[in-house]
């Protein structure tokens, strides 16, 4: 059974501290990994995908990498607007989904 | 070009009684999912279509949960009779198939008394 376990539940920043967000998974055969961003009464917003170790991807404050059992999502001076919950997901074989609980971050001015 | 639509967005039930959720996924997309995202947890896929065929629904509770998709666009689930543990936001995604990035709607807050 695929698994995705992200670490921490939160984390609380202030503004221009950068940290990052990490996802460790088991899948059975990795087809992509997937992260969203969900702000609090919206559904998960895409921010990436990656699919092979040693991908990288970036896009404003945030980048993304993989290998072959974890991602973590950089946050470079992140701003108030970067709080969020940010969600991890892996795709198999099968196409198959599975969620991670997600790493809560706020971002103090 | 238009996001996913999902109605209502707020639904109060007692237990025992049924209610429907519909979803209209991103136009050309042939992959349409349901979640259960219950609050501080991640989503957890209940069902998954690809065109009108059932792919996945091997964590829906068949029991009292049942999703149709007609003709390939529209779905709609329906819980009958709820259960206080349903209680949760239940999320609609599409994707262009199967294996590329889900586009998810703003999702039904459903509370179960």
């Known amino acids: 059974e695929d698994q995705v376990t992200q670490s921490p539940e939160a984390l609380r920043l202030q503004e221009g501290e950068s940290s990052s967000l990490n996802c460790s998974y088991t899948v059975s055969g990795l087809r992509g990994l997937f992260w969203y961003r969900q702000d609090p009464g919206k559904g998960p917003e895409f921010l990436f995908t990656l699919y092979s170790a040693g991908e990288e991807k970036e896009k404003e404050r945030l980048k993304a990498t993989l290998t072959k059992k974890e991602s973590f999502l950089h946050i470079t001076a992140p701003k108030p607007e970067d709080s969020a919950t940010y969600l991890c997901?892996?795709?198999?074989?099968?196409?198959?989904?599975?969620f991670g609980d997600g790493t809560t971050l706020t971002v103090k001015p | 070009e238009a996001g996913v639509a999902q109605s209502p967005r707020y639904k109060i039930i007692e237990k025992r009684q049924s209610v429907a959720f519909w979803c209209n996924p991103i136009?050309?997309?042939?992959?349409l999912y349901w979640y259960q995202q219950i609050l501080g947890q991640g989503p957890k896929l209940l069902i998954q279509f690809q065109n009108n065929g059932v792919v996945d629904d091997s964590q829906l509770p068949k029991d009292r949960f049942s999703a149709e998709r007609l003709k390939g666009v529209d779905s709609t689930l329906k819980i009958q009779p709820a259960k206080l543990e349903d209680s949760a936001v239940y999320l609609c995604?599409?994707?262009?198939?199967?294996?590329?990035?889900?586009?998810f709607g703003p999702g039904t807050r459903l509370t179960v008394t």
């Open positions: 997901a892996v795709r198999d074989n099968a196409g198959k989904s599975t």
């Open positions: 995604a599409s994707s262009y198939d199967g294996f590329y990035e889900q586009y």
């Open positions: 136009s050309g997309h042939a992959t």
